[in-house]
C-alpha cells in the first residue's frame, strides 16, 4: 500500500516536484486558514461558489485564467532556462517533454479559454441589455466543470505523473503501447471535461445574443465585441464535439484496449492528427476572435471614433469562422497525403489572410485622423497591430505546403504561433481586463504600472520570439531539450527575453492588487466616455444590470443615450425584475465528475461508477428543482439606483 | 425577462419566456449532437473493413434483427408524435399513455440491442477485436447509451407529469424530449443505412 503510495501514486525523486509539492500544500493550507481566521467561507460560498451571476461567473473565470498563466509561465520559464546554453542540465528529456506538454494545454485549454469566456461572460450581457444570460444555472455549472477539469489536470504533476506527449497527444506516442503508464489518462479526462463545459457556454451564449437583446437592437446594431462572441460560440458548437469524439475513442483505446488508433488491429494513428486538427483549428480560431472583437472596441473607444467598416468586419469574422473548418491539413502537409489534397488545403489556409487582412484595415481606418488616446488598452491594441501581422504573415509562409516540408515542426513554427497567440490573443485579454476592469471592480488599473507591464511584456515578447524563427531556419526542431552549440546566441538572447517577459506579467499581476490599494474608486460608470451599453449601468454594476433597458437604435447604443440624455433608469416604466437563485448543485455536480474522471485516470472503476452513478443522482435532483428564483421588487430597485445615481451628480 | 407575464394562448411549453429560450437551447445542442455523430460516422467510414483477424461484418450482421430494430424505434418516434399531439389537446391521460408506450418501445430496440453486442461477442467480434470492430460497436453503441439515458429522462417526465399534471414547465420538457427523441430515431436511419446496409452488402 505504502509501496503504492511511494511509487506509483505521488512523483517522487525530483527536486522541482518537491518544491510543487510543498508550495501546493502550503498555498492550501494558507488560503484555509485565512478563510477560517476572517470567518469567510460562508460569504465564500454564498457570494461566490454557489452564483448563477454572470459578472461573478466572469470574474472567477478570470481569476483562474490568470493562476493559470502563471502555471504555464513557470513551465515556459524552466523551458528557456534548459534551452539557454548546450548540455545544461536543468530538465532531464522525460521532464522537458512533460513540461511542454503542460506549458501548451494549460496555455491553450486553461488560460486563453477561460479568459475569453471570462470577458464574454462579463461583457456579452451588459452590451445587449440584458439582466443575465439565457441559463444561468448552466454557466456556473460551465464554469466548475472547466475548474474542475484544470484542477483535474495540473495535479497530474504530483500524482501520478504529467502527461507528456505533447498538446497534440499524436499517437502512437500517447497510445498505450508507447506511454503505458497512467499519466496520457490526465489530458484525455481533463479536457473532456472541461470541454463539456465549453460547449455549453457556445449554447449559452448563442441562445443569449440570439434572444436577449434589448428592443430594437437587430443582430447589425450589436457591439463588435457581442458579434465576435456570437461567431465564435457558433464555432464552439461545431467544433467542441469533435474534440470529446476524438478524446473519447482514445480514452477507450487506453482503458478498454481498442483499436481506433494503435497500429496492431489495423487502427490509424493519422486519424488522430484529422479528428485533433478539424477540432484544434477551429480552436484558435475560437481564441482569436474575442480578441479581435475587444480590440475593436478599444480602438474605437480611444480613438473616439465610430468603428470603421463595421460591417465588413462583421462578414470577414464569419468568413474567418467558415474557413476556419477547412484548413486543418495544414497542421501535417508532410503527412504525404499527396500534392492535391495539400494544394487544396494551401490555398483554404492562404485564403484566410484576405478577411484577417480587412480586419487590419479597418482598425488603421478606425485610427486614422481619430484624437487617439494613449490610455493602456489602448497600448496593447497598437501593439497588437505590427505583431500580429507578423504572425499572420508567416502563417502564410507555414501554409504553402512545399515550403512547409522546411519549416514544419522547427522553431520557425513556435514563433508563428507565439507571434498570434500572444500578440493576438494574449494582448487582447490584457486589453480587455484593463478596458472593462472599472466596470468589474469600480476602480481602473494603475495606468502607469500598466505602462511599464505593457513595455516589459512587448519588448520581452519580441525579444524571446523574433530570434526563433531564425532558429528555426537555422534547423533547430521544436520539442528538443538540448541545443546545438551554433544556436546558442539566439537561445540565449530568448532566453533572455522571456525573463523580461516574464516580469512584464508580474507587474501586471502586481498592478492587481495595487490598484485594488490605491486607485480612486471609479463613481461615473463610465470610465472611458465608452460608446457601448455596458457603460450605462452604474459602478458597481446592480445584480440585476438595468433597472429599465434602453431602446436600441444603432451599435453605439450608449453613444446616442449620452446625446439624448437618456439612462437606464426610468422611474415610469419600473417592473419587478425576475431573477434566478444561486444553487450549489453545479459546483457539487462538477466536483463529483470530478472524482468519477479521476477514477478513470486510475483505471479504479471502484471509484468511477459511484462517481457517474452520483452524476444521474444530480441529474435527478436537478429535473426536479421547480425553484422560479425571485422577483426583486419596485421599492428596492428604487433604492438601488437612487444610492448609485445619486454618488454620481 | 418578466416572466410572470404567462401567454394564455399558443401551445403550452411556448407560453412562459423560458419556454422558447430553453426550446432553441436545445436545438443548438441538438446541432452539437450531430456533429457529435457525424465525426463517428466519419471514424466508422474510415475504419470500414479494417477486421484483422476478426470476423467480417457481412458475416455477422443479420437483416430480420436489424429491421425489427428499425421498425421498433420508427415506430417508438411514431407514438411520441401522437404524446405530443396529445398534449397540444391538453390530454393529461392520452399523453402519459402514449409516453409509457413510447418509452416500451424503446426499452425493446435497447432489448434487441443488447442482445445482437451479446451475440457479436460470443462469435468472437467484440470492442478489442479490430478497429472495425471498435468503430462499430462505438458509434452503435453511442446511439444506445443514447437511447437509455433518453428511457431514464422520460420516466423521470412521466412522473412529474403524474405528481404535478401538465404545467406549462413540465410541457416544456416533454416537448424537448420529444426532439431528442426524434433525433434519435434520424440517428438511427443512417446507422440502419451505413452500418447494417452497407455491411450486408459490402
Ligand atoms: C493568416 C492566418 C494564419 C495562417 C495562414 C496560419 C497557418 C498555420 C500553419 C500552416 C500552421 C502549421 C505549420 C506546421 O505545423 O508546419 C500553423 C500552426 C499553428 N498556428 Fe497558425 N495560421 C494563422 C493564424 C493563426 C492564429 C490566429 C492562431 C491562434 C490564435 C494560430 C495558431 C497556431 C498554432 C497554435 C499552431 C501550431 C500548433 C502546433 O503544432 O502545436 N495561427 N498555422
Ligand atoms: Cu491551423
Known amino acids: ?649 | 425577462m418578466s416572466e410572470h407575464a404567462e401567454l394564455k394562448t399558443g401551445p403550452l411549453e411556448y407560453r412562459r419566456e423560458d419556454g422558447p429560450l430553453t426550446i432553441l437551447g436545445f436545438w443548438i445542442f441538438l446541432a452539437a449532437e450531430v456533429v457529435l455523430f457525424s465525426t463517428l460516422f466519419a471514424t466508422y467510414a474510415v475504419l470500414f473493413g479494417r477486421y484483422g483477424d476478426a470476423t467480417p461484418a457481412h458475416e455477422l450482421f443479420e437483416m430480420p434483427m436489424a429491421l425489427t430494430m428499425t421498425f421498433l424505434l420508427l415506430v417508438s418516434s411514431f407514438t411520441c408524435g401522437i404524446a405530443v399531439h396529445m398534449m397540444r389537446k391538453e390530454s393529461l391521460k392520452g399523453l402519459v399513455i402514449w409516453l409509457i408506450i413510447t418509452l416500451a418501445l424503446g426499452l425493446g430496440f435497447l432489448g434487441f440491442e443488447i442482445y445482437e453486442f451479446v451475440h457479436y461477442v460470443h462469435e468472437g467480434a467484440t470492442i478489442q477485436s479490430s478497429a472495425f470492430w471498435s468503430a462499430f460497436f462505438t458509434l452503435t453503441g453511442t446511439h444506445g447509451l443514447h437511447v437509455t439515458l433518453g428511457v431514464f429522462w422520460c420516466t423521470a417526465i412521466i412522473i412529474q407529469l403524474i405528481r404535478f399534471g401538465l404545467t406549462p414547465v413540465i410541457a416544456r420538457k416533454t416537448f424537448v424530449i420529444g426532439l431528442y427523441w426524434h433525433f434519435l430515431d434520424v440517428v438511427w436511419i443512417f446507422i440502419f443505412t451505413a452500418v447494417y446496409l452497407i455491411g450486408m452488402v459490402v
Request: charged share 10%; glycine share 8%; net charge neutral.
Open chain 1, 1 to 649: 500500500m505504502w509501496d503504492f503510495i511511494w511509487n506509483d501514486f505521488l512523483v517522487t525523486g525530483e527536486p522541482i516536484i518537491y518544491g510543487a509539492m510543498a508550495s501546493i500544500v502550503l498555498a492550501t493550507v494558507g488560503i484555509v486558514f485565512v478563510l477560517t481566521y476572517f470567518k469567510l467561507w460562508k460569504w465564500l460560498w454564498d457570494e461566490y461558489l454557489t452564483t448563477v451571476d454572470h459578472k461573478k461567473i466572469g470574474i472567477m473565470y478570470i481569476i483562474a485564467a490568470l493562476a493559470m498563466l502563471f502555471r504555464g509561465g513557470v513551465d515556459a520559464l524552466m523551458m528557456r532556462t534548459q534551452l539557454a546554453l548546450p548540455n545544461m542540465n536543468f530538465l532531464n528529456s522525460v521532464h522537458y517533454n512533460e513540461i511542454f506538454t503542460t506549458h501548451g494545454t494549460v496555455m491553450i485549454l486553461f488560460m486563453a479559454m477561460p479568459f475569453i469566456i471570462g470577458l464574454m461572460n462579463v461583457a456579452v450581457p451588459l452590451q445587449i441589455g440584458a439582466r443575465d444570460v439565457a441559463f444561468p444555472f448552466l454557466n456556473a455549472f460551465s464554469f466548475w466543470t472547466f475548474f474542475f477539469g484544470a484542477m483535474l489536470f495540473n495535479i497530474s504533476f504530483v500524482i501520478g505523473g504529467s502527461p507528456s506527449a505533447g498538446w497534440t497527444s499524436y499517437v502512437p506516442m500517447a497510445g498505450p503501447e508507447l506511454s503505458p503508464e497512467i499519466n496520457q489518462n490526465y489530458y484525455l479526462l481533463a479536457l473532456q471535461l472541461s470541454g463539456i463545459g465549453t460547449l455549453a457556454t457556445g449554447i449559452n451564449f448563442l441562445v443569449t445574443i440570439l434572444r436577449m437583446r434589448a428592443p430594437g437592437m437587430t443582430l447589425m446594431k450589436m457591439p463588435i465585441f457581442t458579434w465576435s462572441a456570437l461567431i465564435t460560440s457558433i464555432i464552439i458548437i461545431f467544433a467542441f464535439p469533435i474534440l470529446t469524439i476524438a478524446l473519447a475513442l482514445m480514452t477507450l483505446d487506453r482503458i478498454f484496449s481498442t483499436h481506433f488508433f494503435t497500429l496492431a488491429g489495423e487502427g490509424m494513428p493519422m486519424m488522430w492528427a484529422n479528428l485533433f486538427w478539424l477540432w484544434g483549428h477551429p480552436e484558435v480560431y475560437i481564441v482569436i476572435l474575442p480578441a479581435f472583437g475587444v480590440f475593436s472596441e478599444v480602438i474605437s473607444t480611444f480613438a473616439r471614433k465610430q468603428l470603421f467598416g463595421y460591417k465588413a468586419m462583421v462578414y470577414a469574422m464569419c468568413v474567418i469562422a467558415g474557413l476556419s473548418f477547412i484548413v486543418w491539413v495544414h497542421h501535417f502537409f508532410t503527412m504525404g497525403a499527396g500534392a492535391g489534397v495539400n494544394s487544396l488545403f494551401s490555398i483554404t489556409t492562404m485564403l484566410i489572410a484576405v478577411p484577417t487582412g480587412i480586419k487590419i484595415f479597418n482598425w488603421l481606418g478606425t485610427m486614422y485622423k481619430g484624437r487617439i488616446r494613449f490610455n493602456v488598452p489602448m497600448l496593447w491594441a497598437l501593439a497588437f497591430i505590427p505583431n500580429f501581422t507578423i504572425g499572420g504573415v508567416t502563417g502564410v509562409m507555414l501554409g504553402m505546403a512545399s515550403a512547409d516540408y522546411q519549416y514544419h515542426n522547427t522553431y520557425f513554427l513556435i514563433a508563428h504561433f507565439h507571434y498570434v497567440l500572444i500578440a493576438g490573443t494574449l494582448f487582447g485579454m490584457f486589453a480587455g481586463l484593463t478596458y472593462w476592469y472599472p466596470k468589474m471592480f469600480g476602480h481602473k488599473m494603475n495606468e502607469k504600472l500598466g505602462k511599464i507591464s505593457f513595455w516589459f511584456t512587448v519588448i520581452g515578447f519580441n525579444i524571446t520570439f523574433l530570434p526563433q524563427f531564425f532558429l528555426g531556419l537555422m534547423g533547430m526542431p521544436r520539442r528538443t531539450y538540448t541545443i546545438e552549440p551554433e544556436w546558442m546566441p539566439l537561445n540565449l538572447l530568448s532566453t533572455t527575453g522571456a525573463f523580461i517577459l516574464a516580469a512584464g506579467f508580474v507587474i501586471f499581476t502586481f498592478n492587481i492588487y495595487y490598484s485594488a490599494r490605491y486607485e480612486p474608486r471609479e463613481k461615473t460608470g463610465d470610465a472611458w466616455d465608452g460608446r457601448s451599453l455596458e457603460w450605462a449601468t452604474t459602478t458597481p454594476v446592480p445584480h440585476y444590470n438595468f433597472a429599465t433597458i434602453p431602446y436600441v437604435n444603432s451599435h453605439e447604443a450608449y453613444w446616442d443615450m449620452k446625446e439624448t440624455g437618456a439612462t437606464t433608469y426610468d422611474e415610469s416604466k419600473l417592473e419587478p425584475i425576475h431573477m434566478p437563485s444561486y444553487k450549489g448543485l453545479p459546483i457539487i455536480m462538477s466536483a463529483i465528475m470530478f472524482v468519477a474522471s479521476f477514477g478513470l485516470v486510475w483505471h479504479w472503476f471502484w471509484l468511477a461508477i459511484p462517481g457517474l452513478l452520483g452524476i444521474i443522482i444530480c441529474m435527478v435532483i436537478r429535473s426536479f428543482d421547480f425553484d422560479e428564483g425571485y422577483h426583486v421588487p419596485i421599492d428596492e430597485i428604487k433604492r438601488t439606483e437612487e444610492q448609485a445615481r445619486g454618488r454620481k451628480e
